[in-house]
């Protein structure tokens, strides 16, 4: 009996291991620099697409950045798009002013500030560039759309 439950514990702390290095190893893959580093967009980034606003591919889709944003800095302390996204700034910078979600609070509360989950713009913003894709993309809109 002894016998078989170290048998189990080993195989169970062999599976861990494995199942973590494998973890380990994809979390790898998909980031250049360590988690502590600055993570700058490369060259390839830069936007060389068309101007003026893209169709959205679905109703609730977060409008895609049609320019670059290889230079705007966005920590803890600044957050470079909203100066010229932030309802204070928009009318003189000629940009679309954030919409009323993005002043809602958890609660619903509308603030008259940039609400913090929302502080992040490119966990849901992204540009586009022209570059082969990580991964196969097979995504098609619920319903037809005029492009
Ligand atoms: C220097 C001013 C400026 C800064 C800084 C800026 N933007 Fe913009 N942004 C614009 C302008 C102007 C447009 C509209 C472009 C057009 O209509 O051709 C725009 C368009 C957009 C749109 C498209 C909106 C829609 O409805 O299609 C998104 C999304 C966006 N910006 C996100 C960002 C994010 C995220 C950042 C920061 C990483 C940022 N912007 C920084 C000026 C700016
Ligand atoms: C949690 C996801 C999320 C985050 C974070 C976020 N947005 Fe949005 N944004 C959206 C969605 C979804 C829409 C479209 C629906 C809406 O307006 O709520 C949108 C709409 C917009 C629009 C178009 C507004 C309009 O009326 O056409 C702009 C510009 C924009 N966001 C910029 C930003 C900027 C700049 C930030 C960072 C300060 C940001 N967003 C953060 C999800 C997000």
Not at 6 to 28: C, K, N
Not at 104 to 123: K, S, Y
């Amino acid at each position: 009996m002894k016998k078989l439950v170290f048998a189990g514990i080993t195989a169970l702390v062999t599976v861990l291991t494995l199942g973590s290095f494998v973890l380990a190893q994809e979390v790898q893959m998909m980031r250049s620099t360590p988690i502590d580093a600055d993570n700058r967009l490369g060259a390839d980034f830069k936007w060389e697409g068309k101007e003026g606003r893209m169709q959205r591919n679905y109703r609730q889709q977060p409008p895609l950045v049609p320019h670059s944003i290889a230079q705007y800095q966005i920590d803890t302390r600044v957050n470079q798009c909203l100066g010229c996204h932030d309802w204070t700034k928009a009318g003189a910078r000629g940009a679309p002013t954030l919409s009323m979600t993005h002043y809602l609070d958890r609660e619903g509360n509308e603030l008259d500030h940039i609400a913090g989950t929302r502080f992040f713009c490119n966990q849901c913003h992204v540009p586009q560039a022209d570059v082969s894709p990580l991964v196969p993309n097979v995504f098609e809109a619920s319903s037809p759309i005029e492009n």
